[in-house]
């Protein structure tokens, strides 16, 4: 499966943050694949079938087209032309985390972008949803911290409680996370779990 990533920064997309050519990096002669962000290492934690990781785009540089037009949310907007450069770059999904930073509005947009991008590309598999309100407050999720998601700066939490702030340690969390612990009241981290396990299910694609 060939998954296109889209996110809100180099924490998210790690090695995808600007264009698939930034993924590697030249030491000598040979050519080396840059980290991975926080995105790209929980879907490999998640998933049951092999996964093809294309590219990915930060959020603020997704582009508008004419396919766009008519909508008139920008989040809204913003899914739409993720899953379209997806479809361009022949992926079979889009997979994204957008924060919610407070704003509740945001939310409902993002979900219209879901609902609109599902109607316009049903070739591709849309996973994504919000992190509240940072996806900082899904790694102290699963450092095992209830209520995180109740902090409206996580990564200041995460940074002052635990000394985390660079890419490689965020993305370590969730590679030594108990996925099946995490606290029952990380609302939006679960149900994007649920959203990936129910889209990417083995056999269904």
């Given amino acids: 499966?060939?998954?296109?990533?889209?996110?809100?920064?180099?924490?998210?997309?790690?090695?995808?943050c600007h264009d698939p050519a930034y993924a590697v990096e030249r030491r000598g002669r040979r050519e080396v694949e840059k980290e991975p962000g926080i995105l790209e290492t929980l879907i490999n934690r998640l998933k049951k079938t092999p996964i093809e990781f294309v590219g990915?785009?930060?959020?603020?540089?997704?582009?508008?087209?004419?396919?766009?037009?008519?909508?008139?949310?920008?989040?809204?907007?913003?899914?739409?032309?993720?899953?379209?450069?997806?479809?361009d770059a022949r992926c079979d999904a889009a997979i994204f985390v957008r924060d919610r930073d407070g704003d509740e509005n945001r939310e409902a947009d993002v979900e219209e972008g879901i609902r609109?991008?599902?109607?316009?590309?049903?070739?591709?598999l849309i996973v994504g949803g919000m992190?509240?309100?940072?996806?900082?407050?899904?790694?102290?999720?699963?450092?095992?911290?209830?209520?995180?998601?109740?902090?409206?700066?996580?990564?200041?939490?995460l940074r002052d409680r635990q000394g985390i702030e660079t890419t490689a340690q965020k993305s370590r969390v969730v590679e030594e996370a108990s996925l099946e612990n995490l606290p029952g009241d990380a609302d939006s981290l679960h149900r994007w779990i649920d959203r990936f396990e129910s889209a990417l299910a083995p056999g269904d694609n």
């Fill in 131 to 157: 992190a509240i309100e940072e996806i900082e407050a899904w790694l102290l999720a699963m450092l095992g911290e209830h209520k995180s998601e109740r902090h409206a700066h996580p990564k200041e939490v």
């Fill in 116 to 124: 609109v991008a599902k109607e316009r590309f049903p070739a591709v």
């Fill in 1 to 16: 499966m060939r998954v296109f990533l889209g996110g809100e920064g180099k924490d998210e997309l790690g090695r995808f």
């Fill in 56 to 87: 990915g785009l930060v959020w603020h540089r997704i582009p508008k087209g004419r396919i766009t037009r008519g909508i008139h949310r920008a989040e809204t907007r913003n899914v739409v032309g993720l899953v379209l450069d997806a479809e």
